[in-house]
C-alpha cells in the first residue's frame, strides 16, 4: 500500500475528521444558500448582468461540486498530511479562505455591496493560492482538488466587476 491508501490513523477517526470536515464546509454553503436563496428572483434578477452569465441552475451545482472538493481537501490535509509547518499553514489558510467565502455571499446578496464584495473575492483569490501552494507541498492532492476553484472564483470575479460596472 502507497501513502495513497494508507491511513495515518484507524478508520473511525479517520471517517470522523471526514465527517467535520464536511460537515463544516457544509455549514458556509447552508448559510450561503440560505442569504442567497431569496434575493435571487427579486434584486439579482433585477441587476444588469453580462452576456457570459451562467443559468441561475448553474450556481447550485458548481458550488456543491467545489465544496465537496473543498471539505475533501480539508480532510486530506489534517488526516494524510504529515505533521509539520506546510501542513498547519496549509489548514490555517484554508479557514481563511473558507471564512472569506463566507462573507462573500452576505455582503454581495444581503447587503447588496457589489464593490466590497468584489475586494473580498479578489482576497479569497489570493487565500486560495496560498492555500493551494501549501497543499501541494503538505498533501498533493489536496492541492489538486482546489484547482477547479480557482477558475471558478476568477470567473466570479469577472461577473461581480461587470455587474459592479454595469449598475
Known sequence: MDALTTPRIGLAPSVVRFLLCAALVAAVSFVGARLTA????????????????????????????????????????????????????????????????????????????????LAILVALIVAVLATMRLAFRADEVAGWLLIPYLPWLCYAASLNAAILFLN
Open 38 to 117: 431569496s434575493e435571487i428572483p427579486t434584486w439579482y434578477a433585477g441587476l444588469v448582468k453580462p452576456g457570459w452569465t451562467p443559468p441561475n441552475i448553474a450556481f447550485p451545482i458548481v458550488w456543491t461540486t467545489l465544496y465537496g472538493l473543498m471539505a475533501i481537501c480539508l480532510w486530506r490535509l489534517w488526516d494524510r498530511a504529515p505533521q509539520g509547518p506546510d501542513r498547519a499553514r496549509a489548514i490555517w489558510l484554508f479557514m481563511l479562505q473558507l471564512a472569506l467565502n463566507g462573507l462573500w455571499t452576505p455582503v454581495f446578496f444581503s447587503l447588496h455591496a457589489v464593490g466590497p464584495a
